[in-house]
Nanobody, 123 residues
Framework: QLELVESGGGLVQAGGSLRLSCATS????????MGWFRQAPGKEREFVAA????????YYADSVKGRFTVFRDSAKNTVYLQMHSLKPEDTALYFC????????????????WGQGTQVTVSS
């Protein structure tokens, strides 16, 4: 059983940066994949980025590639999403999640979810 707690969201101007954190409690196995998703008002939740815990291999949605970076601090059992060059369309509730079955970009592949942290980008 894992518990995930996101933090770091807030209000930022377009072009600015934010770093989201996802602290995990419980054992994270090396084959787990940590994912970030987001959901804007009136839209479905969408995949943003993912990282394999053991190898730190990463995968990004095209919409954030080159602007967002996902990384982890294994000593703190925490995954981060560093976001640069933010755009108003990045405004959403951001979730971290854990897949115990390898690489997944569908939310159905993630068994554990945090409660979300709001990111608002003003124009």
């Amino acid at each position: 059983q894992l518990e995930l707690v996101e933090s770091g969201g807030g209000l930022v101007q377009a072009g600015g940066s934010l770093r989201l954190s996802c602290a995990t409690s419980g054992r994270v196995f090396s084959n787990y994949v940590m994912g970030w998703f987001r959901q804007a008002p009136g839209k479905e939740r969408e995949f943003v980025a993912a990282l394999r815990w053991s190898s730190t291999s990463t995968y990004y949605a095209d919409s954030v590639k080159g602007r967002f970076t996902v990384f982890r601090d294994s000593a703190k059992n925490t995954v981060y999403l560093q976001m640069h060059s933010l755009k108003p369309e990045d405004t959403a509730l951001y979730f971290c999640a854990t897949s115990t079955t390898g690489w997944q970009i569908s939310e159905s592949g993630y068994a554990y979810w945090g409660q979300g942290t709001q990111v608002t980008v003003s124009s």
